[in-house]
């Protein structure tokens, strides 16, 4: 027996698979208290969610218990007896000088020992982790274990936070975020908040925060302005024109051109040598509507007859003009103050936090863009990330996450939709961007209409309460083979209680995410409360002035 081995004997192995093992728990362990003690710990023997250690000779698998069930049998009196069985996912060896490896190369065979893992042998396993002090929760089986993880595998290699509504997946984000900061004070996040839930107005319009104030760099998407002449000419396709329209690629072809011819203009005036359909300097929207208009009006020869491209922009010139006149697009299309090519910077230094105010987390709240829009203007902050940093001469010390929120909504699972050129994009920061300091956090509810590239490069997945029978089979296919029956215990999660697989976690853990301090503004409208105590009356003309305004408190 290894030093610090517990010697709690709780059972034997009964099968081994390749994926698996089953175990036969000892008759004195089988009663309906089967408490046992470990160090100064007290437990239930073998219980979902423990871990114990299979020894074998020179052999020391660690497994992690998931299944339990009882099984009848009748001895030689025809009196009935019952023996207990327990089901475990192997999830690497104990090395004879104490150390932990992932991965099991040596199976032992039926008959071999099963005994209760303690602290002191679990405190080995997590001990290279616990040096980085970035605690997110406690161990389900031992309360008073704070788990860390590796910061270095969860933010360099991406991750994914999945969980049904209202499992805690805000509450793990807020959670995680706080401690993030704690443990690591040079931070650099940004998030995409579709719901205002990070930061939000009071009643007295001050902003509030779940995170410090001295921290936190909250930008309104409507009032900073995301200007059109920075989004790249995939990001303008899917803003003005229908790619189902049968004459998308006349569209696309010509606004190319004019793009291009644009930008060489304004390249000129500011003695820039090169240009591309994508470099962000400044063009005039009004102008290439005006280049649009002329060619789908053009006639020839006194108006006996019509240009090669008359009648061929209705479409496109109906659908700029309408995206124009809305006023909920203004934030995009009518920039006052990102309105020339020197004001690039300025929106750069708000975006990573190295504007006026310093921080280590800029929050954009999108609650307030319209829908349709919103995957645009998500794509262009993504880029704007990942652009950043790719020409950043100091990205190895200037690392970004960009925290991706409701992912489905703009990064869908959907091929040949109607934000392809924004999908595009943010799978390329998921393939290319942890190259150059740039990764993401996604974050879910629905991982089946996820993009499948985007869960790929995830090489790390905080799992909440999951319900659906399709999620739950997804979830097991992202995961390594052996650990895939883990996700059976996905349905029966608390709120705030995680499954953490992949290479942040020493090995696949069950933890309870610490509560966040503040904690988010994304609780469940209180229907009792409401329908008890709720207001006689409301001010209709403040909610359609409200509506009219686009303004949400």
């Given at each position: 027996m290894l030093a610090g081995q517990t010697a709690t004997l709780i059972g034997y192995l009964s099968q081994v698979r390749g994926d698996g093992m089953?175990?036969?728990?000892?008759?004195?362990?089988?009663?309906?208290?089967?408490?046992?003690?470990?160090?100064?710990?007290?437990?239930?023997?073998?219980?979902?969610?423990?871990?114990?250690v299979i020894r074998?000779?020179?052999?020391?698998?660690?497994?992690?218990?998931?299944?339990?069930?009882?099984?009848?049998?009748?001895?030689?009196n025809c009196v009935r007896q019952s023996e207990r069985f327990i089901s475990l996912v192997p999830v690497g060896e104990i090395q004879e000088d104490g150390t932990f490896v992932r991965g099991v190369r040596h199976y032992p065979t039926p008959g071999a020992q099963?005994?209760?893992?303690?602290?002191?042998?679990?405190?080995?396993?997590?001990?290279?982790?616990?040096q980085y002090e970035f605690f997110i929760g406690q161990l389900a089986s031992h309360k008073n274990y704070q788990l860390s993880l590796d910061p270095r595998a969860l933010f360099g290699r991406h991750f994914a936070i999945i969980g049904q509504s209202g499992s805690g997946k805000s509450w793990t984000v807020t959670s995680l975020i706080q401690n993030t900061i704690k443990a690591m004070p040079k931070?650099?996040?940004?998030?995409?908040?579709?719901?205002?839930?990070?930061?939000?107005?009071?009643?007295?319009?001050?902003?509030?925060?779940?995170f410090p104030d001295d921290m936190v760099n909250y930008i309104d998407?409507?009032?900073?302005?995301?200007?059109?002449?920075?989004?790249?000419?995939?990001?303008?396709?899917?803003?003005?024109?229908?790619?189902?329209?049968?004459?998308?690629?006349?569209?696309?072809?010509?606004?190319?051109?004019?793009?291009?011819?644009?930008?060489?203009?304004?390249?000129?005036?500011?003695?820039?040598?090169?240009?591309?359909?994508?470099?962000?300097?400044?063009?005039?929207?009004?102008?290439?509507?005006?280049?649009?208009?002329?060619?789908?009006?053009?006639?020839?020869?006194?108006?006996?007859?019509?240009?090669?491209?008359?009648?061929?922009?209705?479409?496109?010139?109906?659908?700029?003009?309408?995206?124009?006149?809305?006023?909920?697009?203004?934030?995009?299309?009518?920039?006052?103050?990102?309105?020339?090519?020197?004001?690039?910077?300025?929106?750069l230094r708000q975006l990573v936090g190295l504007g006026d105010k310093k921080a280590n987390i800029t929050?954009?709240?999108?609650?307030?863009?319209?829908?349709?829009?919103?995957?645009?203007?998500?794509?262009?902050?993504?880029?704007?990330?990942?652009?950043?940093?790719?020409?950043n001469p100091h990205r190895r010390e200037f690392p970004i996450t960009l925290i991706c929120e409701e992912a489905h909504a703009y990064i869908p699972r959907e091929k040949n939709g109607p934000f392809e050129g924004t999908k595009r994009m943010m799978e390329r920061i998921a393939k290319e961007g942890r190259k150059?300091?740039?990764?993401?956090?996604?974050v879910s509810q629905r991982p089946t209409e996820l993009s499948e590239t985007m869960l790929a490069q995830c090489s790390s997945f905080i799992c909440l309460r999951t319900t659906n029978p399709d999620d739950q089979a997804y979830i097991r296919g992202l995961v390594p083979e052996a650990e895939g029956d883990l996700t059976d215990i996905l349905s029966s999660l608390g709120r705030g209680e995680a499954l953490v697989l992949g290479e942040a976690a020493p090995l696949p853990t069950r933890v309870q995410i610490y509560r966040p301090n503040p904690e988010p503004k994304s609780n469940d409208v209180d229907y009792f409360t409401g329908w008890r105590e709720g207001p006689d009356d409301l001010d209709m003309d403040q909610i359609v002035n409200l509506w009219r305004t686009q303004t949400r408190l």
């Open positions: 089953d175990a036969r728990i000892a008759p004195e362990h089988a009663n309906e208290a089967p408490i046992i003690k470990v160090g100064d710990e007290e437990i239930l023997a073998g219980h979902i969610g423990s871990y114990v074998q000779v020179r052999i020391n698998v660690l497994a992690l218990v998931f299944k339990m069930w009882e099984q009848d049998r009748y001895d030689n099963v005994y209760a893992v303690g602290l002191d042998e679990i405190n080995a396993i997590f001990s290279k982790f616990r931070t650099h996040l940004i998030m995409l908040d579709l719901h205002g839930e990070y930061c939000w107005k009071d009643k007295a319009g001050v902003v509030q925060s779940a998407a409507m009032a900073m302005e995301m200007p059109y002449w920075m989004m790249t000419y995939a990001e303008l396709v899917d803003l003005f024109i229908d790619r189902n329209d049968k004459g998308a690629t006349m569209q696309m072809s010509f606004m190319r051109e004019v793009i291009q011819q644009l930008k060489r203009k304004e390249a000129k005036r500011i003695d820039l040598a090169t240009v591309s359909i994508d470099t962000p300097i400044y063009f005039s929207l009004a102008e290439m509507y005006m280049q649009f208009k002329a060619a789908n009006e053009e006639r020839k020869d006194f108006g006996k007859t019509q240009g090669v491209l008359f009648g061929q922009f209705d479409e496109f010139l109906i659908r700029m003009q309408s995206r124009f006149n809305d006023v909920r697009y203004d934030f995009l299309l009518k920039p006052k103050q990102r309105n020339n090519s020197e004001s690039m910077a300025g929106l929050v954009v709240d999108l609650s307030s863009v319209p829908t349709d829009v919103r995957p645009a203007v998500s794509a262009q902050v993504g880029r704007l990330a990942y652009e950043f940093n790719y020409w150059y300091g740039v990764s993401i956090g996604v």
